[in-house]
Structures are given as structure tokens and as C-alpha cells.
């Protein structure tokens, strides 16, 4: 990313062949020009891109109910009865408010800069429901000007075509198939309890295997043990592991966070980032730490739990988000009141809590 916008209008111009092209270049650049006082949305090709389901930025656990259980026309209508009244924050609303936060300070040290978090809605909901969605955003304060209503279509093309960072949804099919598409998803719930959470600064927490990094090592726990891993990844220690499905969100927040430390606030950096892995330091700790110094990647703290219970750690940490692989980690993470989000993706699917599952073969009629 760089600090120079490239003149899009100017260099478009000189492309125009034809007049139609130059009339939409001509108010394209009177669009640009437009003065308002609200902060205008980021470009994506400068953005950190930030997509969120309407159900995880709102609590809309009744109103799923009532399109479940009567329709979508009574939904529909209980929506539009309903859109004075602002919904209820849902899962990933204390993380975008932290988003909108970094931005702020983001804006004060660069007023210039695009390189800012910018937040999608990206949701399949009717268009009579975005009055309440929009009357909802503004009542929370929230800066979300993109909305995309896929009307009930993949989001998958929409999530490329806004080069997105991380997609957020309640969906686990949606989202395993953004991963399938190489783009950092994951799934998230509603909060059992609620821990307080800072307001100054963003902070965010990875497991490492097969959510930053490959599955690759946890093939080799599940399949031959711990002794034959820790083993591994001595031989291995030199080898970095391949990238998992977040480490691009990673990197997008460690080009933030620079920006901060290039004007001296890295004591004062409003973003945060934890490793949190059942890893053992010791037997298995240095190929991770030395994975990610060999991308560049600086992760602020990196806690090995050697097989500890993640969920009494992530309560002291108390992040904003909290990804894992494994719904194990994420149950008790939830439990204790941490934000949690799921990353459908390598063997952990197969397992719970060390245990293969087992498919029954389907009973013949
Ligand atoms: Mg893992």
C-alpha cells in the first residue's frame, strides 16, 4: 500500500476513446470532488476491508426466529413495523466499534491517508430491512456507509470485489466457503456473558495451527501423537509453516499498527495482537516464532499454553475477537465470556476434543 493515491480520474482520461467513458470519468471526478463533513469510506485498494453479516453485527436472534418459524413475509413485516427501534449490538459490534476507534487516531495522526478500516455490511436480507439496518447504524454511531444485499446470493463474488480482509458471518457455510476462496473468514456467536472491553485499545487474538499457519503440525498430533510432533517440529524448527487462512489479517493489522510506530506511538498503538497456542514453548514453540519472523510478522505477545485450557487466559486478555480452529477452544473461550470466532477449516473439523468423529453411514430405508 502506499501513501500516494494514484490519480485515477487524471489517468482514466487519457484512456477515454469513447464519449461515454469520458462522461462517467468526468463525474466520477465531480464525485470525488464533493466536499461533506463525514469522513468519506476508504477505497478498497487502500482499506483494510472489514465484511460483517447484518446477525453478527446486530443481535437479531428474534427476528431469525420469526423468519423461521413464519416466513419471510412475516419477517419482512415485522422489520419494517419495527424500524424506529435500533437493534441490540450482536457478536462483532464491540469489534467494529474498536475498528472505528483505530480509525480515529488513524485519522488524526494521517488526515490524508486511506489506509484505514473500513466496515461492509454484507448481508442477504431484504431491501425493506435495510431501513431498520441503516436507522440502527446511525443510532449506534457507527461509520458503515457500503452496504451489499446479496439477496440471498453467495457474498463470495462481493467479498473479491471489495478485496476483503476478514468476513464476519453466523453462516459456517458461507464462511468455509470464503476460505475455500482464500479469503480470512470465520464464524461467529452470540456471547453467553460479556466481558468489559477497552475502548481505547483494539485487541485481537489467534491460535496459531490452522488458523495462522497451515494445519500441516496438527496432522502429525492427531494422526501420530505429541511425541512424534515434537519431534517434527524440532527437525522441522528451521522450515517455516505454510500461511493459514488469517495470516492476511494479521499483516493488514501489523501495516496499521506501523503507521503508528513511524510517528513514535508504538507505546500508545491502539491495536493489539496475541498468539494464544496449546503449543509448548520448549518442545514446540520456536518453528512458530521463527514462521513469522520469517513473513516480517510481529505479533505482540505469544502465549504457549502447553495444552492448558485457552479460556482463563483469553478472560485476562479480553479481546474484541478471539479466532480458533477448534470448537472446543471456542466453547470454553465463550463460556468465560471472550469474544469467539470459528475457522472452519483443516483436520480440527474432523475431531472433537481429540476424539475422531466418527460419520455414521447412513441407515438404508
Ligand atoms: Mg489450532
Known amino acids: 500500500m502506499s501513501e500516494i493515491k494514484p490519480n485515477v480520474s487524471a489517468a482514466a482520461d487519457t484512456k477515454g476513446e469513447n464519449a461515454g467513458e469520458t462522461d462517467w470519468n468526468a463525474a466520477k471526478a465531480a464525485f470525488e470532488n464533493l466536499k461533506s463533513k463525514k469522513p468519506r469510506p476508504p477505497k478498497p485498494q487502500f482499506a483494510v476491508t472489514i465484511a460483517v453479516s ?6 437479531m436472534v428474534e427476528e431469525r426466529s420469526i423468519f423461521e418459524k413464519q416466513g419471510v413475509e412475516k419477517y419482512v413485516a415485522h422489520q419494517v413495523e419495527h424500524e424506529d427501534e435500533p437493534l441490540k449490538p450482536g457478536p462483532a459490534f464491540p469489534f467494529v466499534k474498536a475498528l472505528m476507534n483505530v480509525n480515529s487516531r488513524l485519522r488524526e495522526l494521517y488526515p490524508d491517508s486511506e489506509e484505514l478500516f473500513d466496515i461492509v455490511l454484507m448481508t442477504n436480507n431484504h431491501a425493506q430491512v435495510g431501513v431498520r439496518l441503516i436507522n440502527s447504524i446511525n443510532h449506534h454511531d457507527l461509520s458503515i456507509e457500503r ?52 475502548d481505547t485499545q483494539l485487541k485481537v487474538a489467534f491460535d496459531g495451527d490452522a488458523v495462522l499457519f497451515s494445519d500441516e503440525s496438527e496432522v502429525i498430533v492427531k494422526e501420530h501423537g505429541l511425541d512424534t510432533f515434537f519431534q517434527h517440529e524440532k527437525k522441522f524448527e528451521n522450515k517455516p509453516l505454510a500461511q493459514g487462512p488469517l495470516k492476511c489479517f494479521l499483516e493488514a493489522l501489523g501495516k496499521l499498527q506501523r503507521k503508528f510506530y513511524s510517528k513514535n506511538e508504538r507505546l500508545n498503538c491502539p491495536i493489539r495482537t496475541y498468539l494464544v497456542t496449546a ?8 518453528r512458530v516464532l521463527k514462521t513469522l519472523r520469517s513473513w516480517g510478522l510481529e505479533i505482540d505477545e505469544a502465549l504457549f499454553l502447553a495444552g492448558a485450557p485457552k479460556g482463563p487466559l483469553l478472560q485476562k486478555i479480553r479481546p474484541h475477537i478471539f479466532f480458533d480452529d477448534q470448537m472446543f477452544h471456542i466453547e470454553g473461550a465463550k463460556e468465560l465470556g471472550t469474544i469467539s470466532a470459528h475457522v472452519p477449516y483443516g483436520i480440527g ?17
Not at 447484518?54 to 443481535?59: A, K
Not at 503449543?279 to 520456536?286: F, N, Q
Not at 473439523?349 to 430405508?365: L, R, S
Open 54 to 59: 447484518s446477525r453478527t453485527l446486530f443481535n
Open 147 to 198: 452496504f451489499c444485499m446479496t439477496g440471498g446470493k453467495s457474498p463470495i463474488g462481493y467479498l473479491k470485489a471489495y478485496m476483503t480482509n476478514l468476513y464476519l458471518s453466523t453462516d459456517s457455510h458461507k464462511v468455509t466457503e470464503a476460505i475455500d476462496e482464500g479469503i480470512a473468514a470465520a464464524t461467529m456467536f452470540l456471547a453467553e456473558k460479556e466481558n468489559e472491553l477497552s
Open 279 to 286: 503449543r509448548s514453548a520448549a518442545s514446540s514453540g520456536a
Open 349 to 365: 473439523q474432523k475431531y472433537h476434543k481429540g476424539t475422531k468423529i466418527i460419520e455414521q453411514p447412513k441407515q438404508k430405508e
